[in-house]
């Protein structure tokens, strides 16, 4: 998934973090069966925590840390570009999710 690693690093998300990489496979995840989107935790969540042999809550907290960072360094107003969307505040990480397969599909058609 090309495309999304540079959508990514277009709304300034790096790879320094291992948000980043949670992040990436939760977007991944939700491409295959978007039903999980319906249930965060126990069908995204719970998934990378295992294979990062890790706890669904570090998994969602160390991806609001990368976005954390992210939006206090540009990236609202890079997101707001590649989406054409007004963001008063940070999306939550179910919302950055969908946001980012929204936008790889889009790029798939």
Known sequence: ???LDQLMRNVHFSKRYQGYRYLRRCIMLAAEDEERLMVLVKGIYWQVAEEYHQLPCVVERN???VRDRVWAKG???ALEQLTGM???WAPSVGELIEIFLEQVKA???
Do not use: A, L, N, V
């Open 86 to 88: 007004s963001y008063p």
């Open 75 to 77: 990236g609202k107003e």
């Open 1 to 3: 998934m090309k495309e």
């Open 63 to 65: 991806i609001r840390t």
């Open 107 to 109: 790029d798939e058609e």
